[in-house]
């Protein structure tokens, strides 16, 4: 049977094929649709972990077990989960683990680019890199095996264009593996030191097998055409290299890249006359042919950021690339992202914009949006939990000068579930004066909508117990609370006005869902007004200030031949937060 899958669709078949029992992940751009996909092909038991760290640790738990294990996230998300990693690579498995990352080059969704192949060399760990939605399944299905035979994690390494971009796969039917016995194994895990010294030359003597399999490995494998040009890519660069090069060039396309195959490299680079390295981000390739005594041309030839497009090739190599229809830039208006209508956080970040002397930390989410303007509302964006934690340490230097900056730090309920929690718990620990803006959207809402702990579902669409947000920033120590509606500008106000100047950590919820969130049966019970009603615009009473724009709704525009404001109906979700905004009342609300 062929059916035409996106790569994070044909991992998730490769890996039920193989037999998968159990899989975590925390939902993140490019990887999300991994989990979802397993979360509908029993009998997996597909979870969304609160983190990383925690999806990781769950499937080492699976697998010890004896069950098969996947844990699925993008590349960031593989730092959160580097403590286990690197300890787990030590142990080995009892069941198979595949552990994927989804990198990102380009930055299209993610803070950072970082190349995670060296992650695979720095942990000794067997990588995987496939190019097309075909090898993804093929070669997920083959990494349990290698797990296993091995006894090892295999790094499966995807990237944005592998993992979204569609290809015809050919679908094999499940295979049943049998949860192997659990036996107590001081001497394999439970890594203190006298076991893992051991355990470390045993790694050296696998790393020496690798090394062996990936030499005879079919998944490197030499394409000799015109040996003018060698071409040595892997993952996606290997399409982009054909189509730029054709025939023109021999190709020797990587696909087990940890170990590299010193003696295949070396094989096809005496065969060939000039050598070039195609990849992406790190110099990772590159630098192993050249320590291997060979001047291939990579960085800084090819750019060493982003993705390694045609485009990208084809400047590199000719100087430009294919001519494309002209047309005037000029012409084109620029849309950056934006709040959507009906978004709860609009209330808040329109408040926060407005006060003076306050630092704002940022953090992952639809809300990091609030820095673009209108708002101007927000100060830093590190990584997810980073604003309480940031705002706290910047509030312990304001408050030791006595400086007259308060700080504010901002978070999701996904993100504050994902590692804000600590952070809050160290906040209150040590008494900082710093107010936390908990945006309580009832979903993990950047990503595409997956439950997480405070929804009251499983990822499976099972109920679950919800996590009282409220509840538990108070028994993490913090005494003052206030949930609000966000969408009532003076309940927001009224709460920064009270807590702003108090000298101990405080915590503000806003509680509203995601303007794009399909309702549970709790939603409909406790938001049974949300999204009922309409605004428009009473064309008689608006004078056409403008000031209604200033919440930076899509909604809102100026009709210039009227003179007055507008109101796309269509997009209007009746939040109201233009209407507060009207001097005139000129903005009504009615039934939709």
Same mark, same amino acid.
């Given at each position: 049977?062929?059916?035409?899958?996106?790569?994070?669709?044909?991992?998730?078949?490769?890996?039920?094929?193989?037999?998968?029992?159990?899989?975590?992940?925390?939902?993140?751009?490019?990887?999300? @649709?991994?989990?979802?996909?397993?979360?509908?092909?029993?009998?997996?038991?597909?979870?969304?972990?609160?983190?990383?760290?925690?999806? %990781?640790?769950?499937?080492?738990?699976?697998?010890?077990?004896?069950?098969?294990?996947?844990?699925?996230?993008?590349?960031?998300?593989?730092?959160?989960?580097?403590?286990?990693?690197?300890?787990?690579?030590?142990?080995?498995?009892?069941?198979?683990?595949?552990?994927?990352?989804?990198?990102?080059?380009?930055?299209?969704?993610?803070?950072?680019?970082?190349?995670?192949?060296?992650?695979?060399?720095?942990?000794?760990?067997?990588?995987?890199?496939?190019?097309?939605?075909?090898?993804?399944?093929?070669?997920? @299905?083959?990494?349990? +095996?290698?797990?296993?035979?091995?006894?090892?994690?295999?790094?499966?390494?995807?990237?944005?264009?592998?993992?979204?971009?569609?290809?015809?796969?050919?679908?094999? +039917?499940?295979?049943?593996?049998?949860?192997?016995?659990?036996?107590?194994?001081?001497?394999?895990?439970?890594?203190?030191?006298?076991?893992?010294?051991?355990?470390?030359?045993? /790694? @050296?003597?696998?790393?020496?097998?690798?090394?062996?399999?990936?030499?005879?490995?079919?998944?490197?494998?030499?394409?000799?055409?015109?040996?003018?040009?060698?071409?040595?890519?892997?993952?996606?660069? =290997?399409?982009?290299?054909?189509?730029?090069?054709?025939?023109?060039?021999?190709?020797?396309?990587?696909?087990?890249?940890?170990?590299?195959?010193?003696?295949?490299?070396? +094989?096809?680079?005496?065969?060939?006359?000039?050598?070039?390295?195609?990849?992406?981000?790190?110099?990772?390739?590159?630098?192993?042919?050249?320590?291997?005594?060979?001047?291939?041309?990579?960085?800084?030839?090819?750019?060493?950021?982003?993705?390694?497009?045609?485009?990208?090739?084809?400047?590199? %190599?000719?100087?430009?690339?294919?001519?494309?229809?002209?047309?005037?830039?000029?012409?084109?208006?620029?849309?950056?992202?934006?709040?959507?209508?009906?978004?709860?956080?609009?209330?808040?970040? =329109? @408040?926060?914009?407005?006060?003076?002397?306050?630092?704002?930390?940022?953090?992952?989410?639809?809300?990091?949006?609030?820095?673009?303007?209108?708002?101007?509302?927000?100060?830093?964006?590190?990584? /997810?939990?980073?604003?309480?934690?940031?705002?706290?340490?910047?509030?312990?230097?304001?408050?030791?000068?006595?400086?007259?900056?308060?700080?504010?730090?901002?978070?999701?309920?996904?993100?504050?579930?994902?590692?804000?929690?600590?952070?809050? /718990?160290?906040?209150?620990?040590?008494?900082?004066?710093?107010?936390?803006?908990?945006?309580?959207?009832?979903?993990?809402?950047?990503?595409?909508?997956?439950?997480?702990?405070?929804?009251? =579902?499983?990822?499976?669409?099972?109920?679950?117990?919800?996590?009282?947000?409220?509840?538990?920033?108070?028994?993490?120590?913090?005494?003052?609370?206030?949930?609000?509606?966000?969408?009532?500008?003076?309940?927001?106000?009224?709460?920064?006005?009270?807590?702003?100047?108090?000298?101990?950590?405080?915590?503000?919820?806003?509680?509203?869902?995601?303007?794009?969130?399909?309702?549970?049966?709790?939603?409909?019970?406790?938001?049974?007004?949300?999204?009922?009603?309409?605004?428009?615009?009473?064309?008689?009473?608006?004078?056409?200030?403008?000031?209604?724009?200033?919440?930076?709704?899509?909604?809102?525009?100026?009709?210039?031949?009227?003179?007055?404001?507008?109101?796309?109906?269509?997009?209007?979700?009746?939040?109201?937060?233009?209407?507060?905004?009207?001097?005139?009342?000129?903005?009504?609300? +009615?039934?939709?």
């Amino acid at each position: 049977m062929k059916k035409l899958l996106s790569g994070d669709e044909a991992v998730a078949r490769g890996a039920w094929q193989a037999g998968l029992r159990f899989a975590a992940a925390y939902p993140g751009t490019p990887s999300t @649709e991994i989990l979802e996909n397993l979360a509908q092909m029993p009998p997996v038991r597909a979870e969304w972990a609160p983190n990383e760290k925690v999806a %990781l640790e769950s499937a080492i738990g699976a697998s010890l077990a004896g069950a098969r294990a996947m844990a699925s996230m993008k590349h960031v998300g593989l730092n959160v989960a580097a403590d286990p990693l690197f300890t787990f690579s030590y142990t080995g498995v009892n069941g198979g683990t595949v552990i994927v990352t989804a990198d990102e080059p380009g930055q299209y969704s993610s803070q950072n680019e970082q190349d995670n192949r060296n992650y695979a060399a720095a942990a000794r760990l067997p990588m995987l890199e496939p190019s097309d939605s075909q090898e993804c399944l093929d070669m997920t @299905e083959l990494a349990f +095996e290698l797990s296993e035979q091995f006894d090892v994690p295999v790094l499966l390494r995807m990237t944005t264009r592998v993992c979204h971009s569609k290809s015809i796969v050919t679908l094999g +039917e499940r295979t049943e593996a049998e949860i192997k016995p659990y036996q107590r194994n001081f001497a394999k895990y439970v890594c203190v030191p006298a076991v893992t010294q051991k355990l470390r030359v045993k /790694m @050296e003597q696998r790393s020496e097998r690798l090394l062996a399999y990936s030499e005879a490995s079919e998944l490197n494998r030499i394409e000799y055409y015109d040996k003018s040009i060698g071409v040595i890519c892997s993952g996606d660069c =290997y399409y982009y290299a054909k189509e730029v090069f054709g025939e023109g060039a021999s190709y020797l396309k990587l696909g087990f890249t940890w170990p590299l195959p010193a003696a295949r490299i070396s +094989e096809f680079c005496r065969q060939v006359g000039k050598i070039y390295v195609i990849e992406e981000n790190d110099p990772y390739i590159e630098q192993q042919v050249q320590r291997l005594g060979f001047q291939p041309i990579g960085k800084p030839f090819f750019p060493p950021y982003g993705e390694m497009t045609c485009d990208v090739l084809r400047t590199a %190599l000719y100087g430009a690339p294919l001519p494309t229809p002209a047309y005037s830039r000029g012409d084109v208006i620029n849309r950056p992202p934006t709040l959507c209508a009906g978004c709860p956080h609009r209330g808040f970040f =329109y @408040e926060i914009g407005r006060r003076k002397d306050v630092l704002i930390a940022g953090d992952i989410g639809c809300y990091t949006l609030g820095s673009a303007k209108p708002y101007n509302a927000l100060d830093s964006c590190i990584c /997810m939990g980073a604003s309480i934690s940031m705002g706290h340490g910047a509030a312990q230097v304001f408050d030791s000068v006595k400086a007259k900056t308060r700080v504010v730090s901002v978070i999701g309920d996904s993100t504050f579930f994902h590692t804000g929690v600590n952070s809050l /718990m160290g906040a209150a620990y040590n008494q900082s004066s710093v107010v936390t803006v908990i945006l309580d959207n009832r979903i993990t809402g950047m990503t595409g909508h997956q439950d997480n702990p405070g929804t009251g =579902y499983t990822a499976d669409g099972k109920h679950a117990p919800a996590i009282d947000v409220e509840a538990l920033v108070r028994a993490l120590g913090i005494r003052q609370v206030r949930v609000v509606d966000p969408n009532h500008l003076d309940e927001v106000r009224q709460a920064l006005d009270d807590f702003l100047p108090l000298e101990e950590p405080s915590v503000i919820i806003t509680r509203w869902p995601c303007a794009l969130k399909k309702f549970s049966a709790e939603d409909k019970a406790e938001f049974a007004q949300a999204f009922r009603d309409k605004n428009r615009v009473d064309e008689d009473k608006c004078i056409g200030c403008k000031l209604c724009l200033k919440c930076g709704c899509p909604a809102l525009s100026y009709d210039a031949q009227a003179g007055s404001m507008a109101i796309d109906r269509l997009q209007c979700l009746g939040c109201n937060i233009c209407a507060q905004l009207c001097p005139k009342d000129a903005i009504i609300k +009615e039934e939709a």
